[in-house]
């Protein structure tokens, strides 16, 4: 359950950097005469910025749960089956 919240979560803030990513501005404004879309342009890269440093983090998390998750699922199937064989 925690393993499928977490997958949202990251699908969740993929879809939302990409929100945030149409927004922006391909252009690099450098006059002074266009302050507030260089103010703009920045504050769509802090925002990104922090998209992607929290979407890399939770994406870790989340396959090194999953490969736990599966590690511990392997290795009861393996445990159960040598008892199998044993009995």
Do not use: P
């Amino acid at each position: 359950m925690v393993w499928c919240l977490l997958a949202v979560v990251v699908l969740s803030l993929a879809g939302y950097r990409k929100m945030v990513a149409n927004r922006e501005d391909d252009l690099v404004h450098l006059h002074d005469g266009d302050s507030g879309l260089i103010t703009a342009q920045k504050s769509v890269a802090d925002r990104l910025g922090w998209i992607d440093k929290w979407g890399k983090i939770l994406t870790v998390l989340t396959l090194v749960f999953g490969l736990a998750i599966a590690s511990v699922y392997l290795y009861q199937g393996w445990i159960e089956s040598a008892q199998k064989i044993h009995v």
